[in-house]
Structure formats: structure tokens, C-alpha cells
């Protein structure tokens, strides 16, 4: 079996027009599949390869844990794995986040969090802080709380009824911002319409505000202008509302810091960390929390009512620690930092000045490419084109895979992909990915 097309065999699968080729292996920044083809993996899937593919060293820890025990519950036992990725990853953190808890995907620590911030508020004693302000356009998971806070309208459409009604303030992405001076008037700008937001809402009833510090495929590895985080912190503070750092896909080392806060001075109440934190090899997710915060908890109800069968399970915890000691050993986040300035400078030279791309944007080893019908307008393709769609199955077709998004524009329009190689990426590998993309926006669009 080399490709699987609905209704081939018995997986659900993901699209059900698509041809979906039979991966046998992976080996750094490519994949190959049953029949021998090989792709350079220019998104690691969906951001989460960190340490890229096939990596040894990762492998060979994670089975060490395996083999010596693969699981305990969280309710009643703790491992040196558990243990020790806490102490790893709180050093790493923005000040004061000192305790962490580990699910598997991004959605559920997400879900994690809102419970989180919800009981402070109740065993405060403020029980009306009930409101999470969202920005938009965001991605925060798929679970219902998480999708629900998901600054992403066409994603709703079937689930209307299950969902919760979550108030949002405007994301900043420069290229879509219309602010004539992005970079000096962008902080007060949208601290100004959060703080009008939590005016509206009434500051007592908020709870907390998530945010992406640099925006994942929602809007195209967008960067907040420079003193946002500070505004909006100062906000937030002002009316006592949390705030939460969503670092599933911007995190893990990506942008050339281990947490992307750190590039914007921002100092979350709570961070979430999950994708490239255990690279692919077991599915790793993190809440980091403040002792202050726990200290109410143990002082009021006793502790976080939160279990769920794989809470510090030892086989994830396993890898995500592997996944930091092979960043350590190989320099990883520091290496994020410098070929991404090249795959920054080089998607700048290459790939903007091409046909139909509007924006590149992104810091590190994360960039957005966001194509337009009109470049001068921004005017973006109309959605029955579905033209990142085309295009991504042309580059994969080529051997290159991208991750795509869409209906960033206005909630229905837009098409971008994301790139976001292994950290392991080498420089000749970087102008390789970057060949192959131009090359093969170049033959896509020509059909246009
Ligand atoms: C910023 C962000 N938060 C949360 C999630 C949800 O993570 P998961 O898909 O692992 O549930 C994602 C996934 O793309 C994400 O990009």
C-alpha cells in the first residue's frame, strides 16, 4: 500500500478527496515515503518535530523509560521523568512560573488552563470572573473550550450549538493591522481595544487573556509591535485579569528562545507549551503555573481539580525531557536563533518578491508566507479558488510539504502556508527548503 484515497481501508480519514501518500520512514528534515519519495518537511508537520526526524538519541531515551515503566497514574505517583522535566522547564520560564503539570495535546492543557484560572477566581471568592478574552484571529485547539476561544469564525460552523460565546479583542498582525504606523502606535492601539473590551464586559466578570505571543498559522507567524506585551500586561493588571501565554506552536525553542515570550519582555500569569516540546515522539503538552497561585489553592479547596488518566504519565514526560537534553547537547534553541535569521532573510529576498505573495513574516526558524490576488490591495483570493489548497498539494507532489491556513483575511478569505523546519535544520538545508519553495510557487502560480 503506497496511497490511500477514501475509501481505501478502514482509517477515518482526515480529508476524504486527498490522496495520502504511506510514510515509511523520516530521517532529519525528510520523510519517505513507501515508494522510496523522499520530502523535505518544511513545516515538521504541524510545527511539532523539533529535533527532527529519526532522531536516535530521542528515540533511544524515550524506550529507556518505556522499558523501565511506562506508566503511573498522577493521582498517586510522581517519576524521576515527571520530576525532573518540571524542575528543567521552570528554569527555562518567564519569571514566577514555578510549577508545572503535563497532558498530551495542545487542546487539553488549553483546557487545563481555563480550569485553572477559573477555580482561582472561585476560591477568591470572586465567582462571576467567569470571561476569557480571546484575540482574533487566533487558534487555541479543537476541544470544545479550546475552539470555543479560537479566534477563528469558519472553524465554528457545525458546532455552534456545543460551543461557548468567548469575547475577543483584535490580534496584531501587522499586514492586515491598517495602522499606518504599525511599529509606533500598534502597543497603545491594542491595548487600548482590549482595555475597551474588559470596560464593556465589566472587569469583574473577566477571568483571564490568552494570547499567542508570536500568532501561529492563524496569522501567519505574525509579531506583536514592539511594547505590546507590556501594554497589554499593564491592562490586564489594571483589572486584575490573568493572563495566559499560549507557546504550544511558537515555543519549545522555535523562535530562537525556548519561550517566545522572552522576546517581547512578556510575563504570563500561566504559559502552555505542547507540539515541539516532545517533537512527535510522544505526545507532550505543559501548564506552568505560579506558587502563589497554587499556595490559594492549597489553602482553599486543597488542590487543582483537574485529573485525566495521562496527567505526568512517565512515557511523555520521557520524551519531552529527551526532547530538552537534545537541545541542550546540540544547541538547539541557539541554532533556532541563528539559521533562522538566514531562513528570515532568505524568505525575505526569495520569496516576497514573487508573484502573489503579499507578506512574509516570523522571527527564528518560524515564517508565515501569505499569498494575494492583489498585492497593492491585500485583496485576497476568493475562497472557491482554493489556492493555498493547490498549491500545497503541488508542493507535495514536488516533495515539499508546508503547513497551510486559511480565512485569516476576514474570517473566510486568506490563504498561507507555514514554514517551520526541524531546529536540527543545517544552512545548506535552509537554502534548499527555500529553492524549493520558490520553485514551486513559481510553477503553481503560473497555471493561475
Ligand atoms: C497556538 C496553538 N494552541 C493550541 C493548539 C492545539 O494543539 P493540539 O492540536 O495539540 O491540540 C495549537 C495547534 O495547532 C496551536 O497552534
Known amino acids: 500500500m503506497e496511497r490511500v484515497h477514501y475509501p481505501d481501508g478502514n482509517v477515518l480519514l482526515r480529508n476524504l478527496t486527498r490522496n495520502f501518500p504511506v510514510i515509511s520512514h523520516g ?13 523535505f518537511d518544511g513545516s515538521s508537520g504541524a510545527l511539532v518535530v523539533s529535533v527532527g526526524h529519526g532522531n536516535e538519541e530521542v528515540s533511544r531515551r524515550v524506550y529507556e523509560q518505556l522499558r523501565r515503566v511506562a506508566y503511573v497514574n498522577g493521582t498517586q505517583f510522581t517519576t524521576r521523568a515527571t520530576e525532573e522535566l518540571a524542575t528543567r522547564l521552570c528554569a527555562l520560564a518567564p519569571k514566577g512560573l514555578t510549577r508545572a503539570c503535563f497532558l498530551g495535546s495542545g487542546s487539553e492543557i488549553v483546557e487545563a488552563a481555563i480550569k485553572f484560572v477559573r477555580q482561582i477566581w472561585v476560591e477568591r ?18 476541544t470544545l473550550y479550546a475552539l470555543s476561544l479560537s479566534g477563528r469564525p469558519h472553524y465554528k460552523k457545525f458546532f455552534g450549538p456545543l460551543l461557548t460565546e468567548v469575547v475577543t479583542t483584535p490580534a496584531p498582525y501587522e499586514y492586515r493591522s491598517g495602522l499606518a504606523d504599525y511599529a509606533q502606535d500598534g502597543a497603545s492601539h491594542y491595548a487600548r481595544l482590549l482595555e475597551e473590551t474588559i470596560l464593556r464586559e465589566g472587569p469583574d466578570t473577566v477571568a483571564a487573556f490568552i494570547a499567542e505571543p508570536v500568532i501561529g498559522s492563524s496569522a501567519g507567524a505574525a509579531l506583536p509591535p514592539p511594547g505590546y506585551f507590556s501594554r497589554v500586561s499593564e491592562v490586564c493588571r489594571k483589572y486584575g485579569v490573568l493572563t495566559i501565554a499560549d507557546e504550544i506552536l ?57 485529573a485525566q488518566t495521562y496527567l505526568q504519565a512517565p512515557s511523555m514526560t520521557a520524551s519531552a525531557l529527551a526532547v530538552l537534553e537534545y537541545f541542550e547537547a546540540a544547541q538547539l534553541v541557539a541554532r533556532a536563533a541563528s539559521v533562522g535569521a538566514i531562513l528570515q532573510r532568505r524568505l525575505r529576498e526569495e520569496i516576497l518578491p514573487l508573484p502573489y505573495v503579499g507578506n512574509v513574516s516570523g522571527i527564528g526558524l518560524l515564517a508565515g508566507i501569505e499569498f494575494v490576488e492583489d498585492k497593492k490591495s491585500k485583496k485576497p483570493f476568493p475562497r472557491s479558488k482554493k489556492l493555498i489548497e493547490g498549491l500545497l498539494a503541488h508542493c507535495s507532489e514536488n516533495g515539499l510539504i508546508l503547513w497551510p491556513n486559511t480565512g485569516h483575511a476576514d474570517g473566510v478569505h486568506g490563504d498561507l502556508a507555514m514554514v517551520g523546519p526541524p531546529l536540527t535544520i543545517s544552512e545548506a538545508e535552509v537554502e534548499e527548503l527555500v529553492q524549493l519553495i520558490r520553485t514551486n510557487i513559481l510553477s503553481h502560480m503560473e497555471k493561475l
Open 27 to 39: 530521517q532529519g528534515v525528510y520523510l519517505f515515503d513507501a515508494d522510496g519519495k523522499r520530502y
Open 125 to 142: 471568592g470572586e465567582p462571576h470572573r467567569s470571561k476569557v478574552i480571546a484575540r482574533m484571529p487566533s487558534y487555541h485547539g479543537n
Open 250 to 306: 511558537c515555543g519549545s525553542g522555535r523562535t530562537g528562545k525556548f519561550f517566545a515570550s522572552e522576546h517581547f519582555d512578556f510575563v504570563p500569569d500561566l504559559a502552555v507549551l505542547g507540539k515541539g516540546l516532545g517533537g512527535g515522539y510522544v505526545p507532550v503538552s505543559a501548564l506552568l503555573v505560579r506558587d502563589d497561585h497554587v499556595e490559594e489553592m492549597r489553602k482553599g479547596s486543597g488542590s487543582f481539580l483537574h
